[in-house]
């Protein structure tokens, strides 16, 4: 957008009652149109307001970790939905095996609601109990959780299992045994009067539960590869992040930030004489290759812009003027400490001082927005009021400012003799490691002034870690969340699939002792398995497709509909799901027809 200002304000109001946020919102921008009328100073431009935002506290204080947590929760409703099936398949499997003692007790005057009451009971206990199990581990889950979490997520301090967690986790144990336990008891007690006691062990035997096995075993297949399919596109993401360019090299590059009294650095030339005086004698310590300074460096803090005006095109600071996203003051010594590459015209060097005419170095991005035709250098910018026009004296490559997010960052960089800071960063390329270089520098600023903080001592390396760590966390928790989604869904298709061949455990005798292999008899086995798998795999990447939108926000360098990730979760799916069917039917194909055949 174009500005005249430099700056992005920020208000805190309370709203008065009966106001919501879309009034306030309302009332923002008619505001901001009422200022831009009252304006004879300058013209801010039609657009101006426009973009004026109301954000309630809580939205704010959560920032961008609003969209991950959002995921992770949906991601946990996801698992639960598939322990759910995964148990209410198990119980139907057990409520079959069951069907001669649920007719024994029938025939002994036992009602169908007292049948179902006690399998209801059965699942509640075993639901509590998992229940509580879980408030354990969560317990000691939680302190490992806080360890783990990146800095970026807020409150982290404050996550805790209190009286509520414990409350809400009572309340799901409580319906999730009855969402489990509910119909399988009453569809195990149903057909139980009419079927009395014969034909318990044949091959009819769980026929009228075979449909609601195969819905409920699809559901956990397809929702294990929706969570597979989720996970795969942010360990991508991750991945390509990893990878990303930041534009500068991190390597043995150690930054440390110190602050001036404002009150006793408040003009600019005592400013720039203390920073002369950290470099002049850094650049002289034993260990060190190279040293620069920089009020922000890149990924570590904010760093702002503000509107310039550009020869020959924006002129008038009277009318908007674009805005430069970034802009640094650095020393000379900066780019090469940092390893950004000088594409075209010098570096900043000695003669840049205060007294000497102003000048600037652009990115490539800035450079190709002003002057695509020609060459950057030679050409001038100038502040957003009549002062003298400075001259671009290089180019540099694109820096990754403020993420890794792959987005083109316009960058104006100055000579930190010409526009110092009270606040700034210190950059050096030094083999001493982080403790050494931070007792270098609190030794050097004690001296020079003892009420001069030092703060923020860290390796670069570390600095880019931090910022993709809300990414890597968020990779890998839900990589550890489609792992057990696997497992639950395995181990259903499993107890699915065995119960099934011991059912058929007559049927197939029969069928090896009228000739049939154990090859046939195998791939007659799983067939049930691949149709299962095959759907649930169909059925989740459908889902998939829908659900993957929600994590736009979160990825980088990978779209959410990635061909690779979308083929390899299903196979993967595919994959479990025949080896679930394979070991049990395996087993039954190592019996011998005769035994088969005596078996009740």
Not at 83 to 93: I, R, Y
Not at 111 to 135: C, D, P
Not at 445 to 452: E, Q, R, S, Y
């Amino acid at each position: 957008g174009n500005y005249w200002g430099s700056y992005k304000y920020r208000f805190v109001a309370r709203l008065r009652a009966g106001i919501d946020v879309a009034s306030a919102q309302s009332d923002v921008r008619v505001a901001a149109r009422r200022i831009r009328v009252m304006n004879t100073v300058w013209d801010q431009g039609e657009k101006y307001g426009v973009d004026a935002k109301v954000t309630p506290l809580q939205a704010q204080l959560a920032g961008d970790a609003r969209t991950t947590m959002l995921v992770l929760l949906g991601v946990v409703l996801a698992l639960l939905m598939i322990a759910c099936a995964n148990v209410a398949n198990l119980v139907l499997v057990r409520s079959t095996e069951r069907e001669r003692e649920f007719a024994v007790r029938t025939a002994l005057g036992c009602s169908r609601t007292r049948l179902a009451r006690q399998l209801i009971t059965e699942n509640l206990i075993l639901a509590l109990m998992g229940g509580v199990s879980a408030l354990i581990l969560a317990t000691a889950g939680v302190r490992l959780l806080g360890a783990a979490l990146p800095p970026q997520i807020p409150r982290t301090a404050a996550i805790e299992v209190d009286g509520r967690v414990m409350l809400f986790t009572t309340v799901l144990a409580l319906l999730t045994g009855l969402a489990v336990g509910l119909i399988p008891s009453i569809r195990a007690a149903r057909p139980i009067r009419a079927r009395g006691l014969t034909d318990l062990r044949g091959a009819s035997r769980g026929v009228n539960h075979a449909r609601s096995a195969n819905v409920l075993t699809i559901v956990q297949l397809a929702l294990a590869v929706i969570l597979v399919t989720a996970s795969g596109l942010l360990l991508r993401s991750f991945d390509a992040i990893r990878q990303a360019n930041t534009g500068f090299s991190a390597e043995q590059v150690i930054v440390a930030r110190i602050t001036l009294p404002s009150g006793l650095y408040k003009e600019e030339a005592r400013q720039s004489a203390f920073a002369r005086n950290v470099l002049s004698q850094l650049e002289q310590a034993n260990g060190i290759a190279s040293v620069g300074i920089v009020d922000r460096p890149p990924l570590r803090a904010p760093v702002y812009g503000r509107a310039m005006r550009v020869q020959g095109q924006f002129e008038d600071f009277r009318n908007t003027l674009p805005l430069i996203e970034h802009s640094q003051s650095v020393s000379p010594n900066y780019f090469g400490t940092m390893g950004i590459r000088i594409k075209s015209g010098r570096a900043f060097d000695g003669t840049d001082r205060d007294s000497a005419p102003p000048v600037a170095i652009v990115s490539a991005s800035l450079a190709k927005r002003f002057w695509p035709n020609t060459e950057a250098v030679g050409h001038h910018l100038g502040m957003p009021y009549a002062s003298p026009w400075i001259t671009v004296v290089g180019v540099v490559a694109e820096v990754q400012q403020d993420s890794l997010n792959g987005k083109t960052e316009e960058t104006v960089y100055f000579p930190f003799a010409q526009r110092p800071t009270a606040d700034f960063t210190v950059v050096a390329k030094t083999s001493i490691g982080v403790k050494g270089f931070s007792n270098q520098v609190n030794q050097l600023v004690k001296g020079l002034d003892p009420m001069a903080p030092v703060s923020g001592v860290s390796a670069m390396n570390d600095v880019v870690a931090t910022s993709f760590a809300r990414a890597r966390f968020t990779a890998f928790l839900l990589s550890g969340f489609a792992l057990l989604a696997l497992l639950i869904s395995a181990v259903g298709v499993y107890g699915v699939v065995s119960s099934t061949v011991t059912q058929r455990t007559r049927e197939m005798g029969v069928r090896m002792a009228l000739g049939a292999t154990p090859l046939q008899v195998l791939g007659h086995l799983m067939s049930r398995g691949v149709t299962l798998a095959g759907a649930g795999a169909f059925a989740g990447v459908v889902g998939a497709l829908f659900a993957s939108r929600w994590l736009t926000s979160l990825l980088y360098g990978v779209t959410s509909t990635d061909a690779i990730t979308f083929v390899s979760a299903p196979l993967i799916l595919t994959t479990v799901g025949l080896l679930a069917t394979w070991l049990p039917a395996r087993r039954l194909i190592q019996h011998s027809a005769s035994i088969s055949l005596r078996e009740d």
